[in-house]
């Protein structure tokens, strides 16, 4: 039978185990900023040439670059993935709340994502209230804006060609309400259940880039917003992902 250990073995084990942790945020850390730095370079460069500022493109030429921005792109939202993942894993995300405005932050995704929508073929519609301070609220407006993106870039990735993406933003009492939808190959009924488990993705989107961390992150940080995210889907006809945040954040 194992000796018990001592209050003093104990407290070296968590310090070890501490110190474990530490250095792994360092090198994830340090890994990821490495990375980013040459890929951020690699993106301005390429927006530069769509933009024909050193010269004119054939079709050929501009379809090559595009696919490279958006594989670039898609490998700088990859490691953002990686590092909400992981704080969230080891201390938990930090949050600043201050008032933000839903609309601003879902303009702002739209012209993120406006060369892939037009890659793709795929038109997007906004609807708001009148009023921008009607969409205010008290969150995180990075991680809000994160949590957008990523919705936004799924329903263009899997989205048909000449499809739609309709993004719609309401109040209902005390809280705002998203919805954003899309008309593409939607989510097998099997698979809706298991919607923000990390690292799981439908089977019928296994052949297109991606790991499943980014709809992870965005259900941990919609929760611990004190809201919810709730997905309807019809596979092949479309995807609706409806966000519920409160205008307020409790003390």
Known sequence: MPTPRTHKELEEALAACQAHHQEKAEFISMMT??????????????????????????????TILTRGLRATEEMILLLQDIIHAHKHDSWGLV????????????HAAVCHFEQDARVHDVEIVIEEP?????????????????????????????????GHVQVSIHKENDHIVIHIADDGIGI????????????????????????????????KIIREHGGTITCESTEGQGTTFSITLPCTQPA
Not at 192 to 217: M, S, W
């Open 130 to 162: 009148e009023h921008e301070a009607d969409t205010l609220i008290i969150a995180d407006e990075q991680k809000i804006r994160f949590v957008i993106q990523n919705l936004l870039e799924n329903a263009i990735k899997y989205s048909k060609e000449q």
């Open 188 to 219: 097998p009924a099997d698979a809706l259940e298991h919607l923000g488990a990390k690292f799981f993705r439908a089977h019928n989107v296994l052949e297109k880039e991606g790991t499943g961390l980014g709809l992870f992150t965005a259900y």
């Open 33 to 62: 900023h490495q990375l980013r730095t040459p890929l951020s370079g690699n993106k301005w460069a390429l927006n530069m040439l769509l933009a024909e500022d050193v010269g004119p493109l054939t079709s050929e030429q501009r």
């Open 95 to 106: 949050y600043t709340h201050t008032p933000t405005s839903i609309s601003s932050v879902v």
